[in-house]
């Protein structure tokens, strides 16, 4: 007879093999259950064509905590992070080009071409976004305030709002502004140059199906930015070898302790007895008990699909029912046979553009007018894209020569409207998107070899993100920090004793971050002693 479970978790994401790791760590007995072939979630690198392989979904790299990467000992187990050259390239509609990053005097000197100004204000905004992102980094591991957990609840409200209330009245300011408003008004607060304020305004809708001018948008601008690689704050890298490789390593450092990793194992429910959540059945049948159930998918997906409506408050389920996912996200991996040629720089030969996130967007109009035809018609007839190519900085993905790239594209309806289907359309999508580039990149479509295709119906079946949502529920300021997924459930604390959500429908929310699995781990192993007495009871 094999020993008891101290847990079980739903989903082999990035959070729950981080989640998992720290039980485990704790002398827990965890096992975790993966619906796919491949642990990882949507973080993994698979081949999608003859001898190319990407990043399938997440494709890039720089919320990954510090403490998670340090304590996992990420590294160790052969993840290396190289940084961009550069963070972003973006061609103007007038032939012109905008480079992003590679330092501060780098980056006034590509304003200057837009903009004095804005060349000259540049630091006092970076200044004023890196003071609010570290509050933001600060509370990022920390479990928020539960509305109604008195006095507990309280003091912790008190403790993390103490950062916050030490900032200057400028820096207040700034942070009311960032929760608050538009990505278009705070920008239009700093910058006059239009290809400047796309080049922040971008963030703003990257998983956010909505416009840079819907107030709190400029919220999902700053938590793009409060993340770093290598200890460089604010940056962005790759991964050696892809997503997977961190997942790679996150899973060589649960096996060492004991965690059980079952694969091709969909959890079909969550079993509960008495109020309590018990254990899970398998879509095969097998039945799992554990005195932990931790659910690593989205709040949509475990609510509305691994639950008997029977067993769940009716409050609670209309509250379910009104939570938000939907990122308006399309995802593509392309075959190259060579570089893209870009018109407004031409070469084909690597620089330092082909390095960064090349972003189709000149403009936040643009962005307003890709989120305005989604609504309308279900897709941008001129698509947001952001373009990476991995394989110029990591030749494990492609044969010598060639080349793979990342296309991450918005605004696309998570649901179609007039009844017709992702299934039909996502083919004509994709064409779209590839024309779109190719505007850009004269030789990008008859360089591409072969294509992979996730619209918002294919992330949603393969990786289990309702509505395609990347960030498992909508960044909006009535789902974050002490509201998300819920009020009153913000301490990875599900509706029912024994349940937890470990992912990123909780605190602090999307990204390959690794935050909520810590934090949910936290908050189980404060658990323990309570609840191994009630089973003992039991």
């Known amino acids: 007879?094999?020993?008891?479970?101290?847990?079980?978790?739903?989903?082999?994401?990035?959070?729950?093999?981080?989640?998992?790791?720290?039980?485990?760590?704790?002398?827990?007995?965890?096992?975790?259950?993966?619906?796919?072939?491949?642990?990882?979630?949507?973080?993994?690198?698979?081949?999608?064509?003859?001898?190319?392989?990407?990043?399938?979904?997440?494709?890039?790299?720089?919320?990954?905590?510090?403490?998670?990467?340090?304590?996992?000992?990420?590294?160790?187990?052969?993840?290396?992070?190289?940084?961009?050259?550069?963070?972003?390239?973006?061609?103007?509609?007038?032939?012109?080009?905008?480079?992003?990053?590679?330092?501060?005097?780098?980056?006034?000197?590509?304003?200057?071409?837009?903009?004095?100004?804005?060349?000259?204000?540049?630091?006092?905004?970076?200044?004023?976004?890196?003071?609010?992102?570290?509050?933001?980094?600060?509370?990022?591991?920390?479990?928020?305030?539960?509305?109604?957990?008195?006095?507990?609840?309280?003091?912790?409200?008190?403790?993390?709002?103490?950062?916050?209330?030490?900032?200057?009245?400028?820096?207040?300011?700034?942070?009311?502004?960032?929760?608050?408003?538009?990505?278009?008004?705070?920008?239009?607060?700093?910058?006059?140059?239009?290809?400047?304020?796309?080049?922040?305004?971008?963030?703003?809708?990257?998983?956010?199906?909505?416009?840079?001018?819907?107030?709190?948008?400029?919220?999902?601008?700053?938590?793009?930015?409060?993340?770093?690689?290598?200890?460089?704050?604010?940056?962005?890298?790759?991964?050696?070898?892809?997503?997977?490789?961190?997942?790679?390593?996150?899973?060589?450092?649960?096996?060492?302790?004991?965690?059980?990793?079952?694969l091709d194992a969909p959890v079909a429910r969550v079993l509960v007895d008495n109020g309590r959540a018990v254990g899970v059945r398998l879509e095969s049948g097998e039945e799992i008990r554990a005195a932990r159930v931790i659910s690593n998918v989205g709040p949509g997906l475990l609510y509305n699909k691994l639950f008997d409506p029977a067993d769940l408050d009716v409050e609670f389920k209309r509250r379910v029912k009104g939570f938000k996912a939907g990122s308006g996200t399309f995802r593509m991996n392309v075959a190259l046979s060579e570089l893209p040629d870009f018109t407004c720089l031409p070469g084909k030969t690597v620089g330092e553009h082909h390095q960064s996130g090349v972003i189709l967007a000149p403009t936040l109009d643009y962005m307003d007018r890709a989120f305005l035809d989604a609504k309308q018609y279900g897709m941008s007839k001129a698509p947001i894209v952001e373009m990476l190519i991995p394989s110029t900085v990591d030749d494990s993905l492609a044969p010598a020569g060639q080349h793979v790239a990342s296309l991450f594209c918005q605004q696309f309806a998570p649901v179609l409207p007039d009844g017709r289907s992702w299934d039909d359309e996502r083919e004509a999508a994709a064409d779209l998107i590839i024309d779109t580039v190719t505007k850009h990149a004269p030789n990008f479509k008859a360089s591409i070899l072969g294509r992979q295709i996730l619209s918002p119906l294919d992330l949603e079946r393969t990786f289990g993100l309702a509505g395609g949502d990347i960030m498992h529920g909508a960044m909006s300021m009535d789902q974050l920090w002490a509201a998300r997924p819920f009020l009153g459930q913000a301490d990875y604390r599900g509706p029912l004793t024994g349940l937890y959500l470990c992912g990123a429908g909780a605190h602090p929310g999307g990204g390959v971050t690794g935050a909520p699995g810590h934090n949910a781990a936290m908050e189980i192993l404060s658990d323990r002693p309570l609840l191994d007495r009630m089973l003992k009871r039991a």
């Open 1 to 262: 007879m094999t020993a008891p479970l101290d847990a079980v978790i739903i989903g082999g994401g990035h959070n729950g093999l981080v989640c998992a790791f720290y039980l485990a760590r704790a002398g827990m007995k965890v096992r975790i259950l993966e619906r796919r072939h491949v642990v990882g979630g949507a973080a993994v690198t698979e081949e999608f064509h003859p001898g190319f392989r990407n990043s399938v979904a997440s494709y890039t790299v720089s919320l990954l905590n510090p403490k998670v990467i340090a304590d996992m000992e990420l590294p160790r187990r052969g993840l290396r992070i190289v940084e961009r050259p550069i963070s972003n390239f973006l061609p103007q509609e007038d032939g012109g080009y905008l480079k992003l990053g590679g330092g501060l005097e780098k980056t006034q000197a590509e304003f200057r071409k837009f903009s004095h100004h804005d060349a000259e204000v540049l630091p006092a905004y970076y200044e004023a976004l890196e003071g609010v992102a570290d509050v933001l980094r600060s509370l990022a591991m920390k479990t928020p305030p539960n509305a109604g957990g008195g006095l507990k609840s309280l003091l912790a409200a008190v403790v993390q709002g103490g950062p916050l209330a030490t900032l200057s009245l400028s820096k207040q300011r700034d942070v009311l502004d960032l929760f608050a408003k538009s990505a278009r008004s705070f920008l239009d607060g700093w910058f006059e140059s239009e290809a400047v304020k796309a080049a922040f305004g971008f963030d703003a809708v990257v998983g956010n199906y909505a416009s840079p001018d819907t107030p709190g948008s400029a919220y999902v601008l700053l938590h793009h930015v409060f993340g770093e690689v290598n200890g460089k704050k604010g940056a962005w890298g790759h991964a050696i070898g892809g997503m997977g490789a961190i997942t790679g390593a996150m899973r060589q450092a649960c096996e060492e302790l004991g965690v059980q990793i079952d």
